[in-house]
């Protein structure tokens, strides 16, 4: 199975266009077009359904998949294990990552991996919890920085921190300048809820200490939910990092009883990962100690 194929079949599929595709792969429209043409041809199947508003996979593209990314993951590791063994560094490593994480520590974290392993290409996916156990899962990423997932069996797991949970309250709420807010008046506060359902840090607390708080508004994003709070429509909660960088009239309250998320890497096999994440990991594990400095000066502040 030719492996540029299956790059070009996994990069139409992720961006649902083979134009995108081919901007990806630094190759033309109809280039990438004549590549899956002949990947069809090949297997004997349709992989896309073709329309004017992009691509997206047959149920014969859908179960391909799991095996072109396993050929696209062999012929990558091969090539960077031959690279290292030549003292080379390079490769493509794709990390999955908490929107939180990215804002806040992924700039250095990168920063300082470019500048140690120039020749690796890093591709970088941002979502939530369900995002990241889907992408492990499935092997579509070489490691997540995440919280620890949740019901997901097979992956190693590195622990870099424990992120406080802290309430956000307008200015003028009763406990804004308290040393820490009950979650028990979640029960009666207005709340503004992040994505619910969508197994989100709310979701997973609000289930563990069996709250049933009282929605006032749902939202789709946490900046758009951390305005609504500054607009006194009512309190929310989430993990100190998130808001480490924002700004306004929110007061940022530790809540009772103390709540913690684990922030770490979770990688679908350690003992298979490539040189590129191994690289990585070590990274990560050398800026750790800055990394939790960050959050440090935030509370000491």
Same mark, same amino acid.
């Given at each position: 199975?030719?492996?540029?194929?299956?790059?070009?079949?996994?990069?139409?599929?992720?961006?649902?266009?083979?134009?995108?595709?081919?901007?990806?792969?630094?190759?033309?429209?109809?280039?990438?077009?004549?590549?899956?043409?002949?990947?069809?041809?090949?297997?004997?199947?349709?992989?896309?359904?073709?329309?004017?508003?992009?691509?997206?996979?047959?149920?014969?593209?859908?179960?391909?998949?799991?095996?072109?990314?396993?050929?696209?993951?062999?012929?990558?590791?091969?090539?960077?294990?031959?690279?290292?063994?030549?003292?080379?560094?390079?490769?493509?490593?794709?990390?999955?990552?908490?929107?939180?994480?990215?804002?806040?520590?992924?700039?250095?974290? #990168?920063?300082?991996? /470019? %500048?140690?392993? !120039?020749? $690796? @290409?890093?591709?970088?996916?941002? &979502?939530?919890?369900?995002?990241?156990?889907?992408?492990?899962?499935?092997?579509?990423?070489?490691?997540?920085?995440?919280?620890?997932?949740?019901?997901?069996?097979?992956?190693?797991?590195?622990?870099?921190?424990?992120?406080?949970?802290?309430?956000?309250?307008?200015?003028?709420?009763?406990?804004?300048?308290?040393?820490?807010?009950?979650?028990?008046?979640?029960?009666?506060?207005?709340?503004?809820?992040?994505?619910?359902?969508?197994?989100?840090?709310?979701?997973? #607390?609000?289930?563990? /200490? %069996?709250?049933? !708080?009282? $929605? @006032?508004?749902?939202?789709?994003? &946490?900046?758009?939910?951390?305005?609504?709070?500054?607009?006194?429509?009512?309190?929310?909660?989430?993990?100190?990092?998130?808001?480490?960088?924002?700004?306004?009239?929110?007061?940022?309250?530790?809540?009772?009883?103390?709540?913690?998320?684990?922030?770490?890497?979770?990688?679908?096999?350690?003992?298979?990962?490539?040189?590129?994440?191994?690289?990585?990991?070590?990274?990560?594990?050398?800026?750790?100690?800055?990394?939790?400095?960050?959050?440090?000066?935030?509370?000491?502040?």
């Amino acid at each position: 199975m030719d492996t540029g194929k299956c790059e070009a079949f996994l990069e139409a599929a992720a961006e649902g266009s083979i134009t995108a595709a081919a901007s990806r792969l630094g190759l033309t429209q109809p280039g990438v077009t004549r590549i899956l043409n002949s990947l069809e041809a090949e297997l004997g199947f349709r992989l896309f359904v073709r329309g004017k508003s992009g691509v997206r996979l047959t149920a014969e593209g859908q179960a391909f998949l799991p095996a072109a990314r396993d050929v696209v993951r062999a012929a990558r590791r091969a090539a960077e294990v031959s690279s290292s063994i030549r003292g080379v560094a390079r490769g493509l490593l794709t990390i999955g990552s908490y929107f939180s994480v990215s804002a806040i520590w992924m700039p250095r974290i #990168l920063s300082e991996y /470019e %500048k140690l392993y !120039p020749g $690796v @290409r890093v591709r970088l996916l941002e &979502g939530g919890n369900r995002e990241m156990a889907k992408w492990i899962a499935e092997r579509s990423v070489d490691l997540c920085f995440c919280a620890e997932p949740a019901k997901l069996e097979g992956f190693d797991w590195i622990p870099v921190m424990r992120d406080r949970i802290i309430a956000w309250l307008p200015g003028n709420h009763p406990f804004a300048r308290a040393l820490a807010y009950p979650l028990s008046r979640l029960s009666t506060d207005p709340f503004i809820h992040t994505l619910p359902g969508e197994d989100t840090d709310q979701d997973r #607390l609000l289930a563990k /200490e %069996k709250i049933k !708080p009282t $929605v @006032r508004f749902t939202t789709k994003d &946490g900046f758009t939910t951390w305005c609504m709070v500054e607009a006194g429509l009512g309190v929310s909660f989430n993990q100190e990092l998130i808001s480490l960088r924002w700004k306004g009239n929110v007061a940022l309250v530790p809540v009772d009883p103390p709540q913690y998320v684990p922030l770490g890497l979770a990688i679908p096999s350690l003992d298979e990962a490539s040189p590129a994440t191994k690289r990585f990991i070590s990274c990560v594990r050398r800026l750790s100690p800055e990394l939790r400095g960050m959050v440090k000066q935030r509370q000491e502040g």
